[in-house]
């Protein structure tokens, strides 16, 4: 092929020597530490499970880039900022991006590897999930006690004509409406759906569905387990209370508040009143009542917190059958939910959850699982490789800037890759703590 001359630049002087530019670097890369994505992604036997998922349709003999190699170039490419498929067209020629795949040539380009998503449908879709509850399973070495399950929805606003686009009031826009299923740090679900539904559509539907998956599933490796569901007001159906109850699996979920509630509670909403006036500051007033909404068949226990600030009330109401006091229930068990949150906000941010820009459904569905698993490995660095560092809680894209983001030379030859890492490169020392904590065995 033939190379341009590309001219030098010359810039303003320092000291009186003479800068002068130009691109004669070699092969230079600004994603050194791509190889530690590669090392998780071994540790975890993530990607070689999830390729297999994927429908082959090409013949045999024809075939120049593997569902392996296309597998990990899109989900390492999420994760080290490549959002768009067209970023693939310079990205697959850089040589460390490469090495991290698994292949020492040219790999698939943008239109390759839609056509690779174009090919994903319902089954494919649930086989990765599965996968990734696998790998929730595998992460554990001994029997956790007990497992809180963190259903919430996100918006996924969309500016084009998606299949099983709607407007969503609430949110003021076009958009999908996909749920998630955390399980403290790490991922379960990634489930796209069109956003004409509320909230909670369909998460009775896949509690259901998932009996196998998730509380079956872990019931089946750990016997004894405490399962616990979690959820804000917009996952109070009455038929998932009542699932929860008949499977012995506890729950804590929001309850939206309405005139008998604050009637109920009333006495203690104006005892917090008078405390905030003759104490300033907040104050809190917990109580428990007995309440059954309308479809309800029995009673449950509805946790209040009668919160009054220098902006006025701030009542709350809870709806749970776990056992405990009600501050430490609401205060302890419930808010912490709210670190899904965060989670959600590095997939939509950081790795591109939202970039769910494809006409077909099942491939913006593939979309979102592959910015999961690029969140996977993340979290999988997290817990392996970064515990007791100063990135132990750290954010992905954090860890991308301080970690994955580092200049580097590559020297390829017949007999070795030789990756040489910028000397002024100032996390020497947590870099190799990552690479050895990560190595095979």
């Not at 880039?65 to 020629?93: F, K, S, W």
């Not at 259903?151 to 409406?177: I, M, N, W």
């Not at 226990?301 to 902006?311: F, G, L, M, Q």
């Not at 698993?373 to 301080?402: H, N, P, S």
Request: glycine share 6%; hydrophobic share 40%.
């Amino acid at each position: 092929m033939a190379q341009c001359n590309l001219p030098n630049f010359v810039f303003p002087a320092v000291k009186s020597r003479r800068i002068e530019v130009n691109f004669d670097g070699g092969d230079v890369t600004s994603d050194g530490g791509a190889l530690l994505l590669r090392q998780a992604d071994r540790h975890l036997n993530l990607t070689s499970r999830v390729s297999s998922v994927f429908p082959e349709v090409r013949q045999r003999g024809k075939i120049r880039h593997p569902r392996l190699q296309m597998t990990r170039q899109r989900v390492y490419g999420i994760a080290l900022g490549y959002e768009d498929l067209n970023d693939h067209d310079d990205l697959r020629l850089d040589p460390l991006f490469q090495t991290a795949v698994g292949r020492d040539s040219c790999l698939a380009s943008d239109s390759t590897l839609c056509r690779f998503e174009q090919r994903s449908d319902r089954s494919a879709a649930v086989a990765l999930s599965q996968v990734l509850v696998e790998v929730f399973v595998e992460s554990f070495k001994t029997a956790p006690k007990e497992l809180v399950l963190d259903f919430d929805a996100t918006d996924d606003p969309v500016h084009g004509g998606q299949e099983k686009r709607f407007f969503h009031g609430y949110y003021d826009h076009y958009c999908f409406l996909p749920l998630y299923v955390f399980c403290g740090s790490q991922l379960l679900v990634s489930y796209l759906r069109p956003s004409n539904i509320d909230a909670a559509k369909h998460s009775w539907a896949i509690l259901s569905l998932l009996v196998s998956l998730l509380v079956k599933r872990f019931r089946q490796e750990w016997p004894d387990v405490n399962i616990i569901f979690r959820g804000d007001s917009g996952f109070c159906r009455h038929r998932m209370l009542e699932w929860c109850n008949r499977h012995n699996v506890g729950f804590i979920v929001g309850l939206a508040k309405n005139k008998r509630l604050m009637k109920m509670c009333s006495r203690t909403r104006d005892k917090s009143a008078k405390q905030q006036g003759r104490l300033g500051g907040s104050v809190r007033n917990f109580i428990d009542l007995g309440y059954a909404a309308e479809p309800w068949k029995q009673r449950q226990r509805v946790i209040v917190k009668a919160e009054h600030n220098a902006h006025g009330p701030n009542t709350r109401f809870v709806v749970t059958n776990l056992p405990g006091k009600a501050r430490h229930l609401y205060e302890k068990t419930y808010c912490a939910r709210g670190d899904m949150e965060n989670r959600i906000k590095e997939q939509k941010l950081h790795l591109f959850a939202d970039r769910t820009s494809c006409a077909k459904w099942w491939s913006d569905q593939m979309r979102l699982l592959f910015s999961s698993l690029a969140y996977v490995l993340f979290d999988a660095m997290r817990r392996l490789a970064l515990a007791g560092t100063r990135l132990a809680t750290a954010t992905c894209e954090t860890i991308r800037l301080k970690l994955l983001k580092i200049g580097a030379v590559v020297i390829r030859n017949t007999r070795r890759i030789r990756i040489m890492l910028s000397s002024a490169y100032p996390g020497k020392d947590l870099f190799s703590l990552v690479a050895k904590r990560l190595a095979p065995g």
